[in-house]
T-cell receptor, first 113, second 112 residues
Framework: GDSVTQMEGPVTLSEEAFLTINCTYT??????LFWYVQYPGEGLQLLLK?????DKGSNKGFEATYRKETTSFHLEKGSVQVSDSAVYFC????????????FGTGTRLQVFP | DAGVIQSPRHEVTEMGQEVTLRCKPI?????LFWYRQTMMRGLELLIY????????DSGMPEDRFSAKMPNASFSTLKIQPSEPRDSAVYFC??????????FGPGTRLTVL
């Protein structure tokens, strides 16, 4: 079935370090791909998205490229801040006739000064 | 727009009591989702509605859980009777056809 696999957390980094959170997917058809972020005590919010192969989504210094050949959508940021500490969820939506998001398990990022 | 509104924000109840969680989606959105989040099980989709009709309720844990959407601006998730293992944060989210899902702030439920 359709699924999303994320790297286990927590990911612990020092401020200004480079971040990569891996995400791979399995899907029939051509999904749209998303990264959502959940800050402590809040609901999830969309961070970025990509709707077709080779698209790059970007927001707040984060970016991810839709790689169809490797079925991946890895999240990257060149220099993390303490305020980026949160849980990051990779997700997909199948492009036909559904609004249902399929989420990964989430990866907790902790950034220390 | 005020975003997705959920009430109450916190609920503490005793085992066996009925619990009702409420959600007001963003005006104009036509799909609504109820999720549950716990440390053990992560984020789980319980049920989703499209145009007020339940489309997928395969995530509803058991008959103690029920959800309704009587109109486009209101939905409820009811647990009767509640059990300690139902303790979690319950999120409501809404979307307009295939676009970004907007999440509410969640209801933190504690069942003693």
């Amino acid at each position: 079935g359709d699924s999303v696999t994320q790297m286990e957390g927590p990911v612990t980094l020092s401020e200004e370090a480079f971040l990569t959170i891996n995400c791979t997917y399995t899907a029939t058809g051509y999904p749209s791909l998303f990264w959502y972020v959940q800050y402590p005590g809040e609901g999830l919010q969309l961070l970025l998205k990509a709707t077709k192969a080779d698209d790059k989504g970007s927001n707040k210094g984060f970016e991810a490229t839709y790689r169809k050949e490797t079925t991946s959508f890895h999240l990257e940021k060149g220099s993390v801040q303490v305020s980026d500490s949160a849980v990051y969820f990779c997700a997909l939506i199948l492009s036909y006739n559904t609004d249902k998001l399929i989420f990964g398990t989430g990866t907790r990022l902790q950034v220390f000064p | 727009d005020a975003g997705v509104i959920q009430s109450p924000r916190h609920e503490v109840t005793e085992m066996g009591q009925e619990v009702t969680l409420r959600c007001k989606p963003i005006s104009g959105h036509n799909s609504l989702f109820w999720y549950r989040q716990t440390m053990m099980r992560g984020l789980e989709l319980l049920i989703y509605f499209n145009n007020n009709v339940p489309i997928d309720d395969s995530g509803m844990p058991e008959d103690r859980f029920s959800a309704k959407m009587p109109n486009a601006s209101f939905s409820t998730l009811k647990i009767q009777p509640s059990e300690p293992r139902d303790s979690a944060v319950y999120f409501c989210a809404s979307t307009l056809r295939g676009n970004e899902q907007f999440f509410g702030p969640g209801t933190r439920l504690t069942v003693l």
